[in-house]
């Protein structure tokens, strides 16, 4: 049950974030900021080549010059067996694991790690990793993913066969999955519409684009125990990926989360960790290792481009018969694209009787794709809101009220097999159509578009513990690497249930030493998951509070309520007692049973789904094919905001992103399967001129699940955005564009074909 | 080549380091001065986030050699506060949740602080073309662009 809002003295408010002064004064510690006595730099040698066999690898002249202290290729770890382990939102095998982080007889895309080398300077051992020499035989390589599926496309792995068919294939396949989900008959769905739109999309890869590049300091000891300090959205996630890769017992592995420069999924996976580890035992000092920017982009991330036809069919009167789709998937180099989810969001907003989503999972010469910020779900659901769209033009029904009429509500089954509990799919449509931005008149030569968005969000294993110190303040320990503000909200949601000042508790993101196994930070799932940990750690230690207050007092605990921060006679029967602080009950603990505290251990369940609309005013220059942004409004279901400006600041960075996929981003490669502006000169992100403030408004529909109704909310922000331009460029040119980015020569190529 | 010996003031004090002729600015203020909190995003001038002050001027410092600083003044990110006194831009950067992750965020406050030192009034559009040059992947620049014209109206007023 909810506790009601009215009670809230912290819940809701705008406070101070407790790492708030270090992050403006340059205190702050991320990845790269950490140096130990005696470390040496680490750096990584790369393929040039985009699918080649690795003939030989030479490290003799790279390990004569002086101050080379470890030069580390495959042989030097162990092998990896086959078998399948999240990461992040998806299932990976850690064989593919294993050989993402270092290749072992074939390199897969250029940028696949080779070898790595320590060294007393980065100078060194930049040109000690130049010394290496690696002899490949290059081979034939793919890079689209429709070429990849292509019978005489070069096959990237031998012992692929696509899986999710009967009967199992022959042959080896670049096609390592196929997924479906389905609901009702979509024959006969189509049989009853009266206007059917079927629309071949694509959109290509985009990097998740955090501003700070991997980094670790790992140092292990001749015990074998090892120290590994990252950046990472999980550093239980980095022990248990380094502990199996390396075969060292996760109890000799400690793993501490520096202060993260964003992630947006990208930091869910291990590139540089085990290979600095290794590093540092053959060495036998502490080894840092920073990605360059180009590495970032060559070897990190992106998520997926795909291609996929989307067709829907509706009645006269604005009702959807049935809806189906074709998804195919670019996974990178090894399976695992985010085309599960895709495909089971791709009409979950709407209430359909008929709905069939195919997927497909593809690999080519591309690095891995890693989870990016609703994994998926931006690239089906870009495919169906366009389409969607579409129908209610074609239909002369508002794009807003067309969605209404078929939106999913309380009790609708998704075709992907959940009936939808308390959600808030109406509610953000109906704030969207009651906005100020939705009525303003357009000018020539813009466009009003339209789009929404839906994800699971998750919950999973969080812990919280929270000691109340002698003094009367309170330590909160958790340990989900705060990526945007979540310690705030910790700091919140405690003092809420201890009745505190919320300056009084300090929270901190500790050690895998220090508490027990947490999930990724991702999946929306921190505040909501390690949120509800941190609730229930509370509500422990109140139990405690209350129980040495009955003590002193000769009472039973049931005679004792807390309210406000004190303890306090449930009623006059009890006796006539003066209430008594959490301050002055931590004054007395030595006397009244030693320390107080309260832990909580949890896998959290019944996170709420979230849904969100936006919409986006934009001007196309006819002469150019240029798209400004001119406004834009993001709508969403946030269950309850624990502090409303950190949230609001997920749904506008979220927009952001959505809106450089939309315009601006994509990797382009060259004929040799190389990335070819792997920078951000040519890797455009949106920045600041780009970009109109972006509404926010937050319609909360309370999660029944969470002590505070809070749900999910990182994620849902970057799904409308790719439509809601689309729609907008569509109104605003009058073509209906299928291909991501709307860059100014795909627009103009547009415009004059339909002139 | 012999490392060069460097004298510069940095945040107002004396500083004397031993560069490499091809070190960057940015690499010595991390690595021999132990000022980390100016962040390397791209070191290709891209994305802002090592922006510091040299000789008044905001540069980013991936772009400037360690060497170039001699007999300069750098102000960094360190320097923005006056002991526990925060900057009105800091401080308004907390009040407003102007920040994320915080990477990009000491590389905005130098180039914000910039702005405002010659512009006590900018428009939103003065706003953001100032700081077009520093990138920032988490907030959408929203809250940042209300947060420095927010703490230049409280500037103007004060």
Redesign the interface.
């Given at each position: 049950m909810n506790e009601q809002p009215k009670q809230f003295k912290w819940v809701g408010t705008?406070t101070?974030?407790p790492?708030?002064?270090d992050?403006?004064?340059?205190?702050?510690?991320?990845g790269?900021?950490l140096?130990l006595p005696g470390m040496l730099e680490g750096k990584v040698v790369r393929s040039p080549h985009a699918h080649a066999r690795i003939i030989s690898i030479d490290t003799s002249k790279a390990e004569a010059l002086k101050g080379v202290k470890a030069v580390v290729t495959a042989a030097d770890m162990p092998e990896a067996e086959s078998k399948l382990v999240a990461a992040g939102e998806a299932m990976i095998n850690f064989r593919d694991l294993a050989e993402n982080v270092i290749a072992r007889q074939k390199v897969l895309y250029a940028g696949h790690t080779v070898a790595a080398v320590a060294a007393t300077t980065?100078?060194i051992a930049e040109r000690a990793a130049a010394l290496i020499k690696v002899e490949y035989e290059v081979l034939p390589h793919v890079i689209d993913v429709l070429d990849a599926m292509k019978d005489d496309a070069p096959v990237l792995h031998d012992h692929i066969f696509t899986g999710g068919v009967k009967p199992k294939p022959e042959k080896a396949s670049n096609v390592a999955n196929r997924v479906e989900f389905a609901l009702g008959d979509v024959d006969a769905g189509f049989a009853q519409a009266d206007i059917v739109i079927e629309r071949n999309f694509t959109t290509e890869p985009v990097h998740?684009?955090?501003?700070?590049?991997h980094a670790v300091v790992a140092d292990m000891g001749q015990d074998g125990k090892v120290d590994v300090w990252c950046s990472s959205q999980g550093h239980f996630m980095v022990r248990s990926f380094c502990a199996g890769l390396l075969k060292i017992e996760m109890s000799k592995i400690k793993v501490t989360a520096a202060?993260?420069?964003?992630?947006?999924g990208g930091k869910t996976t291990v590139y540089l960790e085990p290979l600095a580890i290794m590093l540092s035992h053959k060495a036998g000092r502490p080894v840092r290792m920073?990605m360059?920017?180009e590495e970032v982009f060559r070897a990190s991330g992106p998520t997926s481009g795909a291609a996929m036809t989307i067709k829907i069919g509706a009645t006269k009167d604005g009702r959807i018969t049935a809806g189906d789709a074709t998804l195919y998937f670019q996974a990178g180099a090894f399976p695992g694209s985010p085309v599960g989810p895709a495909a089971m969001t791709a009409f979950a907003p709407y209430d359909l009787e008929n709905v069939r989503v195919v997927g497909f999972d593809v690999v080519s010469n591309r690095q891995k794709v890693v989870a990016y910020r609703a994994p998926g779900a931006p690239i089906s659901e870009y495919g169906v809101e366009s389409v969607v769209d579409e129908l209610a033009e074609k239909l002369g029904i508002d794009p807003i009220e067309f969605r209404a009429k078929n939106g999913a509500r309380e009790g609708t089954k998704a075709a992907y097999g959940v009936t939808f509990g308390t959600i808030g799919m109406q509610e953000t449509l109906e704030a969207a159509k009651a906005t100020e931005h939705y009525k303003i008149p357009l000018g020539p030569n813009q466009g009003r578009g339209v789009a929404t968005g839906f994800w699971f969000n998750i919950g999973g294993e969080s812990c919280a513990g929270i000691r109340i110190n002698e003094d009367g303040t309170v330590s909160l320990t958790e340990g989900s690497p705060d990526?945007?503000?979540s310690r705030a909200s910790m700091a919140i949601m405690a003092a809420e249930v201890l009745g505190i000042d919320v300056t009084k508790v300090k929270p901190s993101v500790v050690d895998t030493d220090a508490i027990g196994y947490h999930f990724v930070t991702g999946g929306s799932r921190v505040t909501f998951a390690t949120g509800m940990a941190v609730v229930d750690a509370a509500k422990a230690a109140v139990d405690e509070l209350r129980a040495r207050a009955a003590k002193i007092w000769g009472v039973d605990v049931d005679g004792v309520v807390w309210e406000d921060g004190h303890a306090k006679p449930a009623s006059t029967n009890v006796g006539d007692f003066e209430p008594m602080s959490l301050a002055a009950l931590a004054a007395v603990a030595n006397k009244t049973g030693g320390p107080i505290s309260g832990h909580a251990d949890i896998n959290a369940k019944g996170a709420g789904p979230g849904f969100g609309t936006h919409i986006c005013d934009v001007e196309v220059d006819p002469e150019t094919g240029f798209v400004t942004v001119l406004r834009y409004t993001a709508v969403q279901d946030v269950g309850r905001a624990i502090?409303p400006?950190?949230v609001?600041?997920q749904l506008?960075?979220?927009?952001?992103?959505g809106i450089g996929w939309a315009l601006n981003e994509a990797y382009m490669y060259d004929k040799d399967g190389k990335l070819e502006n792997a920078?951000?000169?040519d890797y455009r992100?949106?920045?600041?001129?780009?970009?109109p403030?972006?509404d926010?408004i937050l319609v909360e529909i309370p999660n029944p699940t969470h002590p505070f109704g809070v749900r999910g909310v990182g994620e849902v922000p970057i799904i409308p955005p790719l439509a809601a331009v689309n729609n907008a460029v569509a109104a605003a040119t009058g073509v209906r564009f299928t291909a991501l980015p709307l860059s100014p020569p795909a627009i103009l190529a547009g415009m004059s074909a339909k002139d | 080549m012999a490392k060069q010996h460097i004298t510069t003031t940095i945040n107002g004090e004396e500083t004397e380091y031993l560069c490499?002729p091809?070190e960057t600015l940015l690499?010595v203020l991390?690595?021999q001065v132990?000022?980390?909190?100016?962040?390397?995003?791209?070191?290709?001038g891209?994305?802002g986030?090592c922006s510091v002050m040299l000789d008044g001027r905001l540069v980013c410092s991936c772009l400037v050699l360690g060497v170039e600083a001699e007999g300069k003044t750098v102000e960094?990110?360190?320097g923005?506060?006056d002991g526990d006194e925060?900057h009105p831009l800091?401080q308004k950067?907390?009040?407003?949740?102007a920040?994320?992750?915080?990477?990009?965020?000491?590389g905005v406050?130098i180039a914000a602080k910039a702005l405002l030192d010659i512009n006590n009034d900018p428009t939103?559009?003065e706003?953001?073309?100032w700081?077009?040059?520093?990138?920032?992947?988490?907030?959408?620049?929203?809250?940042?662009?209300?947060a420095v014209m927010d703490t230049a109206a409280d500037m103007r007023g004060a």
């Open positions: 705008r101070i974030r790492d708030g002064v992050k403006v004064t340059g205190r702050a510690m991320y790269a900021d140096t980065n100078d998740q684009g955090y501003i700070e590049p202060e993260i420069g964003g992630g947006f920073v360059s920017r990526i945007g503000g502090h400006g950190y609001e600041g506008q960075g979220g927009a952001a992103q920078g951000f000169l992100v949106p920045v600041a001129s780009d970009l403030m972006i926010a | 490499e091809q690499d991390r690595d132990g000022l980390t909190g100016t962040k390397e995003g791209c070191s290709s891209d994305c986030a960094t990110i360190e923005m506060a925060l800091q950067f907390l009040e407003e949740a920040l994320q992750c915080g990477f990009c965020t000491p406050l939103e559009t706003v953001r073309y700081l077009a040059g520093n990138l920032c992947r988490c907030t959408g620049y929203d809250k940042i662009i209300r």
